[in-house]
């Protein structure tokens, strides 16, 4: 297969830091291979909050910027859901050194992207040829990798527009990889991308990054934690910092088990002052 890029040979056998991501080395060494050979060109990686859909990216981030590709990097975020064209203004600011690449027509339908006119009547599929185009002509001196964690987040325009995008894109200089919560409502459909959903971790990988967080507890604390979490990676990361309550709230459900303490008497010159009081 043709190689997009030279990759370290150390990252052909998966993604930096790989051994940090406890049970992702099948998703990790999928996401290294679409960097280094024509495979696929747009991945979507789903799952869970807290399933390490971020984490997973960002590795890849760190390995297409460690071997020279550009990493264009757009976040979406609830509250700016409902701002038209948010999401497409993150990818055409980052690459606008690149519209004089770009054709006329293109420039014109991207203009309202950067704030051109308001008033300018917007379409998916012109937006999309214009994205493919500008992304192109990026790609020309370049590898770029355009990533957009939390797609769900992004305004509706922007989201149905990066989804045509990444359905139609075919540079062998361009990738794109997009995190998808699940199950969450978008406009952002998945169809014509890979496919990447995380599942939970196994009982094995779970007590192993558990123990990363080298937090003194008893078993039955630790037991605890492992059944709460189920196998989230976020779970398992924060709930040991709370261990210590965990322990506190086992204890109380076992109920007491030291003699009550007896009331403590008033020192004997405080009863004779309420007695004189009365």
Do not use: Y
Request: aromatic letters at 2%.
């Amino acid at each position: 297969m043709k190689l997009l890029h030279p990759v370290p040979a150390a990252h052909t056998q998966g993604m930096r830091g790989a051994e940090d991501l406890l049970g992702r080395e099948p998703e990790s060494l999928r996401l290294s291979r679409m960097l280094a050979e024509d495979i696929e060109c747009a991945v979507v990686v789903s799952g869970e909050p807290g399933v390490g859909k971020s984490a997973l990216i960002e590795q890849m981030c760190a390995q297409a910027a460690d071997s020279g590709w550009r990493v264009v990097r757009v976040q979406g975020v609830a509250a700016e859901e409902p701002f038209a064209l948010g999401g497409l203004h993150q990818v055409v600011f980052a690459l606008k050194e690149f519209l004089a690449g770009c054709d006329d027509a293109d420039r014109v339908v991207l203009a309202p992207v950067l704030g051109g006119d308001p008033d300018s009547v917007v379409a998916v599929l012109p937006l999309a040829s214009g994205v493919l185009n500008l992304l192109a002509a990026a790609g020309q001196s370049r590898p770029v990798l355009l990533v957009v964690d939390d797609v769900h987040w992004l305004d509706g325009i922007s989201a149905q527009v990066l989804g045509a995008v990444g359905r139609r894109l075919n540079h062998p200089g361009v990738r794109m990889v997009a995190g998808l919560r699940t199950p969450h409502d978008s406009v952002f459909s998945v169809d014509g991308w890979g496919g990447l959903a995380l599942a939970a971790l196994d009982a094995a990988d779970s007590a192993r990054l558990l123990d990363r967080a080298a937090v003194p507890m008893t078993g039955r604390t630790r037991a605890r934690i492992l059944t709460a979490a189920d196998g989230n990676p976020l779970a398992l990361a924060e709930l040991p910092r709370g261990a210590g309550q965990i322990a506190d709230g086992l204890e109380a459900l076992r109920g007491p088990t030291a003699r009550p303490a007896r009331p403590i008497s008033p020192p004997r010159s405080s009863r004779r002052q309420d007695t004189r009081r009365g």
